[in-house]
């Protein structure tokens, strides 16, 4: 296979599992689109570099380490704060249409997946993200921008004056 999105897909995880194989790229924020809603901007790279091993029981194990800063915004004052992210997650292989394992459910056990011809890494890499962000983000106390505290406190801002400029000036002041 040849393009740009090869380079993010995994030919025969299983087989890059017993043999110890290792992987790293990077991706573009931009380019995983079920990351945008949380971001605040799409600037920067994540990258990834994913390990493959046998775990103690024998079992087809990959291991992926995720570093970037992805933009998101401050849940206080809503500007951006660059967010250092860092993970690292496991996940177990198992044999394509055997099902999963007895013990998927055991929260000791790392996740499994089941291994098909090919690992698509940008998706996993993007799930793993989304799942790794948190919920909320905030700038340290008293970090927040001046913008913002202008806006919070002092100076109220009408909504109403922002209607008046969308309508015009004739209908803004009709009253
Ligand atoms: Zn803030």
Do not use: N
């Not at 040849?2 to 790229?25: C, I, K, T």
């Not at 913008?147 to 909504?159: D, L, N, Q, T, V």
């Amino acid at each position: 296979m040849s393009g740009p999105d090869a380079v993010h897909r995994l030919e025969d995880p299983l087989a890059f599992a017993r043999a110890g194989g290792s992987r790293s790229g990077r991706l573009a924020m931009a380019a995983l689109p079920r990351l945008q809603d949380r971001l605040a901007g799409t600037d920067g790279m994540v990258s990834y570099t994913l390990r493959g091993s046998l775990d103690q029981r024998q079992r087809p194990l990959l291991e992926l380490e995720i570093a970037g800063v992805p933009q998101m915004r401050c849940d206080r004052c809503l500007a951006r704060l660059d967010f250092p992210l860092k993970l690292a997650s496991r996940v177990l292989l198992a044999e394509p249409g055997a099902g999963l394992p007895e013990d998927a459910d055991d929260p000791e056990t790392p996740e499994w997946i089941e291994a098909g011809q090919e690992l698509d890494l940008q998706e996993l890499v993007e799930d793993e993200i989304l799942l790794g962000l948190p919920y909320s983000v905030r700038h340290g106390d008293g970090k927040c921008g001046d913008w913002a505290c202008e806006r919070g406190s002092g100076g109220k801002i009408s909504p109403f004056s922002a209607l008046a400029s969308l309508l015009g000036p004739e209908q803004a002041s009709k009253d």
